[in-house]
Every structure is written in C-alpha cells, then in structure tokens.
C-alpha cells in the first residue's frame, strides 16, 4: 500500500496579510521556519521513505527543513505541485478585490486556474509519485488549495475543515481507491510559537 502525506507549507507574510499567494514565489516568515521545524521533529519520528514537493519557495523551503531534520531526501521539486493561480488576483487582498472590482468580483474572469485543470496536473503528478514510490511512504509538501482540490477529486468524501499551515493529511493508496486516515493535523504546533 503507497502513502502519502500531503503537508501544506508553512506560513508567509502573504498569509499573515490575507493576500492571495498562487504561484508568486513567496518565501516563508520566521513563524513559518518554526512551524516547518516542529512539524520536521514529528515526523523524524515517524518512517517516510521520501519527499517531494511543488518548486515554489514557500512549499520547498518547507520540505528542505523536513528532509534535513528528518534524514530524508533530496526533495523532489516538481512544479505540477504548485498552487493554482488566481491570474489577475494574485497577490491581492479580499479588501484590494473589492475596491478594484466591486463586491461582484467573484463572478467575473480572473483567469483563476479551474479545478478540473489543478486536479488534472495533481494527481497526473501524485500518480505518478504513487506508481514510483509504491510501497512506500512518501511526503509532499504543496499548497492549501491544491491539497483540498487533489483530495476532493480523490475521495468519496471530503473531510470538513480548513487546511492549516505545516498541516498533516495522510491518504492510503488501496487497490481501487484512495482512504483518508488523518486530515488537517497540526498536533505539532502545540508547543508555544516564536
């Protein structure tokens, strides 16, 4: 049976703001590093064969942090990982949307990556990942979006919630269909944050 843990990266000054990220190159912040970090400990203590992850810096700056505190690696970037983009509503703010767009923005094109589109390069890609690490576990860092578009499509019910940051979601590979055993766990967050 393959597994996989799909992590979403640790938080940006981007995140803090509320502004969009999509497929801007946003580095971690300080309280991301420390997030990455903890989340690093909790899983040198559990067995992951690998590690991949999307390109962008945020998600790979997550997965090096793991993969060095872990003994796991190299990681593995592949850019089918990255988030959606919000086209022209990248790098905005709900406030920055309305004031540009009016309250209806929403119905208008924004040229927003559809997610038959995301799910299509997803899963091509955790495919993929599955059919080489068979057998195995393996972690891959990635975005929030992605990972709550990846898992809707992949199974008969998606979990309720909002994926936290340096959140843990394990999926298992049966013969026909992929199972979700832990969904949005940041249990290593507890402890106090910078």
Request: proline share 3%.
């Amino acid at each position: 049976m393959t597994v996989l843990g799909l992590i979403r990266h640790g938080t940006t000054d981007w995140n803090v703001s509320g502004r969009l990220q999509g497929q801007n190159d946003i580095p971690l912040n300080e309280a991301g590093r420390w997030q990455a970090r903890q989340l690093a400990e909790r899983i040198r203590r559990e067995r992951w064969d690998a590690i991949a992850s999307s390109d962008l810096a945020r998600a790979k700056e997550t997965a090096d942090i793991i993969a060095a505190v872990a003994g796991i690696g190299p990681v593995i970037a592949d850019p089918r990982l990255r988030e959606r983009t919000h086209g022209r509503l990248d790098g905005t703010t709900l406030e920055e949307r309305i004031a540009t767009w009016g309250p209806d923005w929403r119905t208008m094109d924004h040229g927003v990556e559809s997610d038959e589109s995301l799910y299509a390069r997803g899963i091509a890609c955790l495919e993929e990942l599955a059919e080489r690490f068979a057998g195995k576990r393996l972690l891959v860092v990635t975005h929030g979006a992605f990972i709550g578009t990846l898992l809707k499509g992949m199974l008969e019910r998606m979990p309720e919630g909002s994926l936290q940051n340096t959140s843990l979601s394990i999926v298992e590979r049966t013969s026909d269909k992929w199972i979700c055993t832990l969904f949005n766990c940041t249990s290593h967050l507890q402890a106090e944050s910078v």
